[in-house]
């Protein structure tokens, strides 16, 4: 509803295609989506409220991921961490020197800006509101997190 479309889709990566979001399995704080756009501008969004927490942990399936910053504000992909299990999180970089994911952010530029496929590597890179991010996590011999600070 906020998005002004009922069109809207995660990637379910335990089937390996999108499901529409709906009631029962509504949309989740730091997962990326494709929404299909029947509104020419995005609503405002103040009064959903902004995420207080200072740190945000989001649990990673093996293989391809479609995140989002759960923030305001961009966030460097160079300050997010990876944890593994209960382990200590690692940096990004760290993660990329482990082989846990490559160091690349994939996104999709819609059609009003020429929709083309883009990716950004760190330490330049950073996670942008209202855009999702697809990441590719190599590890299945445990749960991985993203731990994203607030900006």
Excluded: C, H
């Excluded at 949309?27 to 409220?49: A, M």
């Excluded at 207080?52 to 989002?68: A, Q, V």
């Amino acid at each position: 509803t906020a998005f002004g479309s009922p069109l809207t889709y995660r990637w379910n990566a335990d089937l390996g295609y999108y499901t529409q979001v709906t009631t029962t399995e509504p949309v989740r704080i730091g997962e990326g989506y494709f929404v299909s756009k029947e509104v020419n501008t995005l609503p405002e969004l103040n009064f959903y409220g902004e995420l207080t927490n200072t740190t945000f942990t989001y649990k990673l399936k093996p293989g391809w991921n479609l995140i989002s910053t759960p923030y305001s504000g961009n966030v460097s992909l160079s300050a997010i961490k990876i944890q593994k299990g209960n382990n200590s999180p690692i940096t990004w970089l760290e993660a990329n020197t482990n082989n846990w994911l490559p160091n690349a952010i994939y996104y999709y530029n819609g059609e009003d800006w020429g929709s083309t496929y883009s990716f950004d590597i760190a330490p330049q890179a950073a996670i942008i509101p209202w855009i999702g991010y697809w990441i590719y996590l190599n590890m299945t011999d445990n749960t991985y997190y993203l731990v994203i600070s607030k900006p």
